[in-house]
C-alpha cells in the first residue's frame, strides 16, 4: 500500500536516535504518553497492570515515557528492524524500566497471541508499514476485548500552509538530512479519513480522533 521507503540501516536509525533523543524532541513522547493517559481516563479504563503492545517502537522511547505514567504495566516493543530493537532494550535498561521486552516482527504478523493485550499505541510507524489493511486485523486480533488502540503517524490531510511552516522549522532544529528524513516521509503518510476506514474495516467500533493539524490522532475501542 504504501511506496517503497529507505530501510532503516545502521546509519539511519543512529540518526534518527540521536535527533528523537535530544532533549528539545522528547517533548514528542511525553505528550504523546499524557494524551494516551488522558483518553484511557476519559474511557473510564482500568489502568492497572495493563499489557501494552507499542507497534513498531523504534528506540523505544514511547515505551519509556509511557512507563513514568503506568509503572506496573508489562509493555512489549514490536519492530521489524533488530537494529532498533537493540537500541530499545539499551535506552530502557538505562531509563532503569525491567517491565520491557522487544519481539521482532512485522505488524503484518504479530507475533503475539490474539486477545492478550490490552492496549495497543504506535507512533509515527503506520506510513512505513508494507500493509496497513493486514496491519490493523492484526491490531485487531492481539488487543482483548474491550482493549484499545492509540495511533498517531504524519497527517497527509495536513493544512499546506502548516507543512511549509513546520518543514521550515524542522530544517532549523534537526539539520538537512533528518529534516530530509521525516518531510520526505510525508509522501507516504495518510489522511485521517483513510484511518477511520482502515480502523471500522478491521472492526474497530467508537472510533474518535483529530485530522486538522500535522499529524493525525485515532483512539478506537474492540468491543
Ligand atoms: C519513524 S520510526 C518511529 C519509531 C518510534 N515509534 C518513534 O516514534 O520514535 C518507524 C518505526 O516503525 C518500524 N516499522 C516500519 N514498518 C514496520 C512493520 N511493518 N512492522 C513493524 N515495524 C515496522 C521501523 O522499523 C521503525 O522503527
Same mark, same amino acid.
Given at each position: 500500500?504504501?511506496?517503497?521507503?529507505?530501510?532503516?540501516?545502521?546509519?539511519?536509525?543512529?540518526?534518527?536516535?540521536?535527533?528523537?533523543?535530544?532533549?528539545?524532541?522528547?517533548?514528542?513522547?511525553?505528550?504523546?504518553?499524557?494524551?494516551?493517559?488522558?483518553?484511557?481516563?476519559?474511557?473510564?479504563?482500568?489502568?492497572?497492570?495493563?499489557?501494552?503492545?507499542?507497534?513498531?517502537?523504534?528506540?523505544?522511547?514511547?515505551?519509556?515515557?509511557?512507563?513514568?505514567?503506568?509503572?506496573?504495566?508489562?509493555?512489549?516493543?514490536?519492530?521489524?528492524?533488530?537494529?532498533?530493537?537493540?537500541?530499545?532494550?539499551?535506552?530502557?535498561?538505562?531509563?532503569?524500566?525491567?517491565?520491557?521486552?522487544?519481539?521482532?516482527?512485522?505488524?503484518?504478523?504479530?507475533?503475539?497471541?490474539?486477545?492478550?493485550?490490552?492496549?495497543?499505541?504506535?507512533?509515527?510507524?503506520?506510513?512505513?508499514?508494507?500493509?496497513?489493511?493486514?496491519?490493523? +486485523?492484526?491490531? +485487531?486480533?492481539?488487543?482483548?476485548?474491550?482493549?484499545?488502540?492509540?495511533?498517531?503517524?504524519?497527517?497527509?490531510?495536513?493544512?499546506?500552509?502548516?507543512?511549509?511552516?513546520?518543514?521550515?522549522?524542522?530544517?532549523?532544529?534537526?539539520?538537512?538530512?533528518?529534516?530530509?528524513?521525516?518531510?520526505?516521509?510525508?509522501?507516504?503518510?495518510?489522511? +485521517?479519513?483513510?484511518?477511520?476506514?482502515?480502523?471500522?474495516?478491521?472492526?474497530?467500533?467508537?472510533?474518535?480522533?483529530?485530522?486538522?493539524?500535522?499529524?493525525? +490522532?485515532?483512539?478506537?475501542?474492540?468491543?
Amino acid at each position: 500500500m504504501t511506496k517503497k521507503q529507505e530501510p532503516w540501516t545502521k546509519e539511519k536509525v543512529q540518526r534518527y536516535a540521536e535527533v528523537m533523543g535530544k532533549k528539545r524532541s522528547k517533548w514528542i513522547y511525553a505528550s504523546f504518553a499524557k494524551k494516551i493517559m488522558k483518553n484511557l481516563e476519559l474511557l473510564e479504563k482500568n489502568l492497572t497492570n495493563l499489557t501494552i503492545l507499542d507497534l513498531g517502537t523504534g528506540p523505544g522511547f514511547l515505551s519509556i515515557d509511557l512507563n513514568k505514567l503506568l509503572s506496573d504495566a508489562r509493555i512489549i516493543g514490536v519492530d521489524l528492524s533488530s537494529e532498533m530493537l537493540k537500541l530499545a532494550r539499551s535506552n530502557a535498561l538505562k531509563a532503569g524500566m525491567s517491565n520491557y521486552e522487544t519481539k521482532l516482527g512485522r505488524v503484518e504478523e504479530i507475533p503475539l497471541e490474539s486477545n492478550s493485550i490490552d492496549l495497543v499505541v504506535s507512533q509515527n510507524s503506520l506510513r512505513e508499514w508494507k500493509d496497513q489493511k493486514r496491519g490493523f +486485523f492484526e491490531i +485487531f486480533r492481539v488487543l482483548k476485548p474491550g482493549g484499545t488502540l492509540i495511533l498517531t503517524d504524519l497527517n497527509k490531510g495536513c493544512p499546506r500552509w502548516k507543512f511549509r511552516v513546520f518543514s521550515f522549522l524542522i530544517l532549523i532544529a534537526v539539520g538537512r538530512q533528518s529534516a530530509k528524513d521525516h518531510i520526505g516521509s510525508y509522501k507516504n503518510a495518510f489522511t +485521517f479519513d483513510k484511518v477511520i476506514d482502515l480502523s471500522r474495516d478491521a472492526g474497530f467500533d467508537e472510533i474518535a480522533g483529530e485530522g486538522g493539524g500535522l499529524e493525525l +490522532f485515532i483512539c478506537a475501542q474492540k468491543i
